[in-house]
């Protein structure tokens, strides 16, 4: 099993709403991202999980909120966002964060901010 | 200077052409390099390490120029299904690394 799975991929919400985006993957990959991806830019990192604790934050709002219950699982909680943060949401795995390799990123989901 | 450049092209060119990508990197103790493929709306897929002795995968060939810090991406007998964006990608390994991603060239590929 070679994947990150994302769920869901796609999602409308309004401003005041709240709805988490979701990650899994079964790799036995100990290094977990949240990547944001808007169209004809690459993909921007906001957050970065170590062997299930957080080590990087990119300085992203606290309408943004990790969450890693555990080493296969990774969560975005979103609340209160605005129509800028429509994107693709990207989440990435590798085997650690000193690992010289490559990712495996999810298909996303798509965000809709109305 | 960017972390990482590439020309953001659109690169337009016929089927069955051959067409090359190029990539510069500042961080000159950078210890690893990727080209990503991504489609659009799509997330970016690893088509390929990159390493000094250069490596090839079917049609595509990677490159690696330490001393001048670049990289460069060949594709030889481009397909219609080759029209992606290419994401040139440095993992700069100072201890807790993450990837740098350039801005990406687009590819499109016509009959």
């Known amino acids: 099993d070679t994947e990150v799975t994302q769920t869901p991929k796609h999602l409308v919400m309004g401003m005041t709403n709240k709805k988490s985006l979701k990650c899994e993957q079964h790799m036995g990959h100990r290094a977990m991202y949240w990547y944001k991806q808007k169209a004809k830019k690459p993909p921007e990192l906001m957050f970065v999980?170590?062997?299930?604790?957080?080590?990087i934050n990119e300085s992203v709002p606290s309408r943004f909120s990790p969450e890693c219950p555990n080493s296969s699982l990774l969560n975005l909680h979103l609340h209160a966002l605005q129509p800028e943060d429509s994107a693709l949401y990207l989440c990435?795995?590798?085997?650690?964060?000193?690992?010289?390799?490559?990712?495996?990123f999810g298909s996303g989901t798509r965000l809709t901010v109305v | 200077r960017k972390e990482v450049e590439q020309d953001p092209g659109p690169f337009n060119v016929p089927e069955g052409a051959t067409v090359a990508f190029n990539c510069t990197y500042s961080n000159s103790a950078s210890q690893s390099f990727f080209w990503y493929r991504q489609d659009c709306r799509k997330e970016p897929k690893l088509l390929m390490s990159v390493y000094s002795s250069g490596n090839e995968d079917g049609r595509f060939t990677a490159q690696l120029n330490r001393a001048s810090q670049y990289i460069s991406l060949l594709i030889r007998d481009s397909k219609l299904s080759d029209s992606a964006t290419y994401l040139c990608?440095?993992?700069?390994?100072?201890?807790?690394?993450?990837?740098?991603f350039g801005k990406g060239t687009m590819l499109l590929v016509s009959p």
């Open positions: 999980y170590s062997y299930e604790k957080l080590s």
């Open positions: 990608v440095v993992n700069p390994y100072s201890g807790y690394s993450t990837l740098t």
């Open positions: 990435a795995s590798s085997q650690g964060t000193g690992w010289v390799g490559g990712y495996t």
